[in-house]
């Protein structure tokens, strides 16, 4: 079945550095994906999200990338500061018109001061 | 607006015993879907219900069931539960037309 796999489990970055975190979907005909938060005792918060006839989108201090070719998504994090420290997620939206997300394993982002 | 809320937070069951759990979605929002999170199958879809009619269903037994009402909230409801439903259960919401899902906070479901 599909699967949206992280390829960095942990990923540990100083205050004030850039942030990168990669993810690999398998579903060549996934149509959105997304990215989310998850502090501990909290449900998943929204960070960004990206359709697949564009490439890159920026938020604040956020920017994800779609590589289609390659089937590759990351999330950038400018300036990562102590509060960006959480589980991050991605997920992909394998069927059009359905809300059925399928995520990834996660990756645990440490800031240290 | 208030964002997705989750009754209750925490819950203690034990085996055997069935389990209703609670959503109420961010207001305007018609669709919720349910997810279960455990360590170690991570975020799985469970259900989505769009104006109380159930649009697509993952891969969980019969078990697991859920209901959608006139004013969108929905109830997830586990019968005979076993140890392994022991999870978070998440519920989200998007807007009728949209594609971005939030989150509220789960209930913290523990079969002993």
């Known amino acids: 079945g599909e699967s949206v796999g992280l390829h960095l489990p942990t990923l540990s970055v100083q205050e004030g550095d850039n942030s990168i975190i990669n993810c690999a979907y398998s579903n060549s005909a996934s149509d959105y994906f997304i990215w989310y938060k998850q502090e501990s005792g909290k449900g998943p918060q929204f960070i960004i999200d990206?359709?697949?006839?564009?490439d890159k989108r920026q938020g604040q201090r956020v920017t994800v990338l779609l590589n289609k070719t390659v089937k590759h998504l990351s999330l950038q994090i400018a300036a990562t500061q102590p509060g960006d420290s959480a589980v991050y997620f991605c997920a992909e939206r394998p069927y059009t018109g359905r809300r059925a997300l399928t995520f990834g394993s996660g990756t645990r982002l440490q800031v240290q001061p | 607006k208030a964002g997705v809320t989750q009754t209750p937070r925490y819950l203690i069951k034990t085996r055997g015993q069935q389990v209703t759990l609670s959503c109420s979605p961010i207001s305007g929002h018609r669709s919720v879907s349910w997810y279960q999170q455990t360590p170690g199958q991570g975020l799985q879809f469970l259900f989505e219900?769009?104006?109380?009619?159930?649009?697509n269903k993952g891969n969980f037994p019969g078990r697991f069931s859920g209901r959608q009402f006139s004013n969108s909230r929905s109830e997830m409801n586990v019968s005979t539960l076993e140890l392994g439903d022991s999870a978070l259960y998440l519920c989200?919401?998007?807007?009728?037309?949209?594609?971005?899902?939030?989150f509220g906070p789960g209930t913290r479901l523990t079969v002993l």
């Open positions: 990206i359709r697949s006839n564009m």
């Open positions: 219900y769009f104006s109380e009619t159930q649009r």
């Open positions: 989200a919401s998007s807007e009728p037309t949209g594609d971005t899902q939030y």
